[in-house]
């Protein structure tokens, strides 16, 4: 069960947009709708900010936004802020009633 | 409010076993699963297993499948992640998470375990 493919890191200036990408094969992202997104900050607990996709929860800004294409899904971040800086963590649903992450990305907002 | 509480960090030797809890409160403790996320220093965030509440039923990470042990107590509201024959390489920070249809909506705050002689 290998994780997905995230990039490393990704950089905007404030009040750019910035997309970070999460590929995965035909057993998970490819097959369901079901890849969620994590924000985490520096010894703090990752927090949902997308889920099945392309929902945000309550409580969550509308300038991050989901998507998915075929094995890759996609987290659009727009209007960047200091604040968005953290790590970036995709999870898929996987045939057989299990998960994964994947890589993980670090935002830098320059 | 949905709130999960865990235990406290923990130091163990190699080869030994940790046990780590997690008191769920603030919604219906069977109505949800539980799973369990590590992340090791510096690194990705790793899914472990699952255990259905209501059921008892539990499900691993291929990696992890024969190490541990998720269990819990339907009247204490508690789950239990059990990793057993620890190394160097199980140093991490073990997170508990209730899941919301297929997504980590809640997490715990992280229990810290660090394997070391």
């Known amino acids: 069960q290998s994780a997905l493919t995230q990039p490393a890191s990704v950089s905007g200036s404030p009040g750019q947009s910035i997309t970070i990408s999460c590929t995965g094969t035909?057993?998970?992202?490819?097959?369901?709708?079901?890849v969620s997104w994590y924000q985490q900050h520096p010894g703090k607990a990752p927090q949902l900010i997308i889920y099945?996709?392309?929902k945000r929860p309550s409580g969550v800004s509308s300038r991050f936004s989901g998507s998915k294409s075929g094995n890759t899904a996609s987290l659009t971040i727009s209007g960047l802020q200091p604040g968005d800086e953290g790590d970036y963590y995709c999870?898929?649903?996987?045939?057989?009633?299990?998960?994964?992450f994947g890589s993980g990305t670090t935002l830098t907002v320059l | 409010q949905v709130q999960l509480v865990q235990s406290g960090a923990e130091v163990m030797q190699p080869g030994a076993s940790v046990k780590v809890s997690c008191k769920a409160s603030g919604y219906t403790f069977t109505n949800s699963a539980i799973h369990w996320v590590r992340q090791a220093p510096g690194q990705r965030l790793e899914w472990m297993g699952w255990?259905?509440?209501?059921?008892?039923?539990?499900k691993f990470s291929p990696k992890f499948q024969g190490r541990v042990t998720i269990t819990r107590d339907t009247s204490a509201t508690t789950a239990y992640m059990e990793l057993s024959s620890l190394t160097s390489e199980d140093t991490a920070i073990y997170y508990c998470?209730?899941?919301?249809?297929?997504?980590?909506?809640?997490w715990g705050q992280g229990t810290p375990v660090t394997v070391s002689s």
């Open positions: 099945e996709g392309a």
């Open positions: 255990i259905n509440t209501n059921l008892g039923t539990t």
């Open positions: 035909s057993s998970d992202v490819g097959s369901y709708n079901l």
């Open positions: 999870c898929s649903y996987v045939t057989g009633s299990t998960y994964v």
């Open positions: 998470a209730k899941l919301g249809g297929t997504y980590f909506h809640y």
